[in-house]
């Protein structure tokens, strides 16, 4: 239908005559109509699918090429509406849109600028929703399955059916003012929202669009917003993909035009228009775009499964390392590939542009050495004829182009020519040495994965073997002036020695011959590093390489001797500090020092000889235990600590194997001395607060048995001493305390008073104790007249009568009888027996010589009690 039509009548018209045509009834029409459902619910099924169709057919919606074109998604409550800014509906495309395939003939398949061409695409939206709006250029009209009573005999997916503008749906909270507009009546919107996240999750399905660069989904309130943006980056054009105006991946990209060979040209001009439309069979030149995925900053590749696109990507997974994009022909849901000749001929044409491909990304700082890993020799696909044409096309293009690297110099190397040097020994440019048939054809060793180039590719290796074969007759005289007979050995187990630094003997390392190594190559000791030789620069170098290694094989034992033990030691102290935790770790279990009975023991077991506190103790540590002597204790303390040797002894296995020990044995007496005293008690005094809990009962009762030092230079039991404090300042009871039983606070540490406290020295004496030791005895031993004066009597009586409120009741019987002998002093200034003075007597004592405790004895009746 042309043009005129829309100049005699209405767009309202247009599309009732399209209704009267198709609603007559008719055998034919129920045919087409259940082929119509065949093709949508088969072959236009595909997951996904309609995503696809909607951005194909909004990128062909345009009538300036170089337009942009933004489309938005929206998807609220159970529809989904589509709008974009491409070129509205005009005639044709409403009698497209109203028919199957009609427009083969038409602009899409014919239009190379352009990506569909069979006119079945956008019945695939048929399987998301019963009912489908559009709303563009003035005409609004629906395909609607349920208006229909009888939809299983009417084609409804090509049957118009005309709106008007309120009777779009949500058309007051959503303006569809874009130049297209769809409306969809999703069937599952739950579904639909998982696939519109997916979309949001991989930007790359816009990779390769012509004019959509932005795309704005909103899911129920929920917004996001894809934006690509492209800008030339030499010979490549760099595709950042922008999520909510974050950088979701970037991309570079190359584009390749090829010929299209005159045997092609004349093989699809012949063939089937239904497999050939219109736009392959006139082309003369077809575009390859190659999409390499990097990092932000484009200094690395990023592998992926590559996928071939056709505008938009299939499912075809040719296993390369980037997406490809080309005319390919594909099966009716854009999933796969036809197994044809012109699909054919592209993937031969893919084989051979990689390689130009990857010519071109060597001007591409930091990417260049990434050419290797991009490189891909074969295709695995089901079709046979997929990867030979694959094959083809890489064996035309490996003997012509040059896409590797030279190590020397700006020349790209082919793969026939080119050499990988395994040892890297070209690598160091040593002085003098060259190879004028290897040197100029390596690889440059910056270029990543050349180990997976093979022999079959056509790169020679040059090995450890030939280097080592050519060395003494080829290198070395390039190196020295006169070729040597020396025994060569592979670079990992060799050993270079340092002149500062010389390697002991015990160490039994086997070291290269500094002769070897000439001064004016120094870089050959870098290079043999690189290549795993190690550089015994310290002696921590060298430990590790003997001593640690033996400790790590379990083989210490067999290499420490009582000859070499010494040196060993001495060795390891002096690099001790460099050690890493692991390795004194290892050290503390492993390690084996000779102790005093000229046997080796983990030095975790040894103890130092001066841990003991005092001589006496020096047997708690058996000669097994005790480091030998022949070790410089005094500079080699540290290390010796540091590797588990035991510098103090446990405090309690000191009490349990020295004093406890000696008091169950009955020798503490003999053990203890006037000189050693001090450090022994002294070490008991300071560990008991933190023992007192380990200890047991029977301990504690123990401890309490150890002999105390008194004044007098003698040992009592603890129980029977008093603290100088003790000590009462009365006359005539001064001297109660024997020095024998004192210990003078004066001469012990205040750990010492406390501990003496707790095993049983008093800090004073009892009134009744006092009682006993002074006047009771005094009176049994008829000793009062030397005893008791007229100096002291009164002190003496005062003491008594204070305390004998609490006397009275301890003090025994017949002990209160003889304290009735006690003498009083009487009014005549005589002493008599208090048993003798009688209350009548009271007055005759002299009280001016007891008025200061008159009232005290009357209240206690002390006469009273003394008379009776």
């Known amino acids: 239908m042309s043009d005129d039509l829309m100049c005699n009548g209405s767009q309202q018209e247009h599309i009732a005559s399209i209704f009267k045509e198709y609603t ?86 014919t239009d190379l600028s352009k990506t569909g ?51 779009l749906p949500l058309y007051e909270k959503y303006s569809y003012d874009q130049p297209v507009n769809l409306i969809l009546k999703v069937n599952n919107a739950n579904q639909l929202g998982s696939q519109l996240i997916e979309l949001v999750d991989q930007p790359e399905l816009l990779l390769h669009l012509n004019r959509i660069n932005k795309l704005s989904v909103n899911l129920n309130g929920q917004k996001y917003f894809l934006e690509r943006k492209v800008e030339k980056h030499g010979l490549f054009n760099r595709i950042d993909f922008f999520k909510n105006q974050h950088i979701a991946s970037t991309w570079l990209s190359r584009t390749l035009n090829q010929l299209v060979p005159k045997e092609v040209q004349a093989f699809t001009q012949g063939a089937s228009r239904f497999i050939y439309p219109a736009k392959i069979k006139k082309a003369k030149e077809v575009p390859f775009t190659f999409a390499l995925r990097c990092d932000e900053a484009l200094q690395k590749i990023v592998r992926i499964r590559g996928l071939c696109y ?46 130009n491909v990857l010519k071109d990304l060597t001007k591409v700082d930091y990417l260049k050495n990434y050419v290797i890993e991009l490189f891909v020799r074969g295709i695995f696909h089901p079709y046979a004829s997929f990867n030979n044409a694959f094959s083809k096309g890489f064996m035309e293009a490996k003997g012509k182009i040059g896409w590797l690297p030279a190590h020397h110099g700006s020349r790209l190397l082919k793969l026939g020519e080119a050499w990988l040097d395994e040892t890297d020994f070209f690598k160091q440019n040593f002085h ?21 180039l093979t022999s079959e590719d056509g790169v020679k290796r040059f090995t450890y073997e030939q280097l080592f074969g050519d060395f003494r007759n080829k290198y070395y005289p390039q190196l020295t002036g006169s070729a040597k007979n020396s025994t060569f050995v592979s670079p990992e187990n060799a050993l270079l020695e340092d002149n500062e630094t010389p390697i002991p003997d015990f160490s039994m390392l086997n070291p290269i011959d500094n002769k070897c190594l ?153 053990k203890l001395t006037i000189q050693n005293y001090g450090p022994i008690i002294e070490f008991a005094a300071s560990h008991y607060p933190k023992l007192i809990y380990d200890l047991t009962d029977d301990e504690k009762r123990d401890l309490k048995k150890i002999p105390v030092l ?90 008594i009568a204070e305390h004998w409120s609490n006397l009275s009741y301890s003090i025994k019987p017949e002990e209160k009888g003889v304290l009735k002998k006690m003498p009083i002093l009487t009014a005549s200034g005589s002493f008599r027996a208090a048993c003798n003075l009688f209350g009548q007597f009271l007055m005759m004592i002299p009280m001016r010589k007891y008025q200061d405790i008159k009232i005290l004895l009357l209240k206690m009746n002390l006469f009273l009690q003394l008379m009776i």
């Open 24 to 109: 007559t009834p008719s055998r034919v029409l129920r045919s087409f109509t259940n082929l119509s459902n065949t093709v949508i619910q088969t072959a236009l099924s595909g997951q996904s699918k309609f995503v696809f169709e909607i951005l194909q057919n909004a990128d062909d919606a345009f009538e300036d090429p170089s337009q942009e074109i933004e489309v938005q998604f929206v998807l609220q409550e159970n529809y989904f509406i589509v709008r974009h800014n491409g070129k509205g509906f005009d005639v044709n495309d409403v009698e497209r849109i109203c028919d199957y395939a009609s427009q083969i003939e038409e602009v899409k398949a």
């Open 117 to 167: 061409y069979k006119g079945l695409g956008f019945k695939s939206l048929f399987n998301l929703s019963d009912c489908i709006y559009i709303y563009s250029n003035k005409y609004s009209f629906r395909f609607d399955k349920t208006y229909w009573s009888d939809s299983q005999n009417i084609p409804w997916q090509v049957v118009p059916i005309w709106c008007e503008y309120p009777e």
């Open 310 to 355: 056709s505008t938009l990507p299939t499912q075809l997974d040719l296993t390369l390392p980037y997406h490809i994009n080309s005319y390919f022909i594909l099966n009716l849901d854009r999933t796969q590939l036809h197994e044809n000749e012109w699909n054919e001929f592209l993937i031969s044409q893919i084989g051979y542009l990689q390689l």
């Open 432 to 452: 003098k040495i060259r190879d004028d048939k290897i040197y100029p054809f390596l690889i440059n060793y910056d270029v990543k994965s050349q180990h997976t």
């Open 518 to 670: 000439p001064l004016n190559n120094a870089k050959l000791m870098d290079w043999l590093v690189s290549l795993g030789a190690k550089r015994l620069r310290t002696p921590i170098h060298i430990l590790r390489e003997s001593i640690m290694k033996w400790i790590d094989s379990d083989i210490f034992y067999l290499r420490i001797t009582i000859k070499n033990h010494s040196e060993v030691i001495n060795y390891l102290a002096k690099s001790f500090d460099q050690f890493t935790w692991l390795e004194i770790e290892k050290l503390k279990e492993k390690l084996l020092i000779l102790t005093d009975n000229n046997q080796f023991k983990p030095a975790k077991q040894c103890y130092l000889p001066d841990v003991v506190p005092v001589e006496e103790f020096s047997n708690i540590i058996s000669s097994e235990e005790k480091i030998s002597s022949c070790y410089d204790v005094n500079s080699l303390r540290s290390f010796f600590i540091h590797v588990g040797v035991h510098d103090k002894l446990n405090p309690i296995d000191v009490l349990r194997n020295s004093i406890l020990k000696w008091i169950k044995t009955g020798e503490i007496n003999k």
């Open 710 to 799: 008194t004044c007098d230079q003698v040992f009592q039991s603890a129980q029977v001493c008093y603290f100088d404090s003790a000590i009462l300042d009365i006359k005539g009871l001064e001297g109660i305390i024997a020095k024998n039983e004192l210990v003078s606070t004066n001469n012990i540490s205040d750990s010492v008073e406390k501990f003496y406290t707790e095993i049983g020295v008093s800090k004073e004496i009892t009134p009744l104790k006092v009682i006993r030791r002074s006047v009771l005895r005094w009176i049994e031993k008829g000793d009062t007249k030397d005893t008791i004066t007229l100096d002291n009597h009164e002190h003496i009586l005062k003491y």
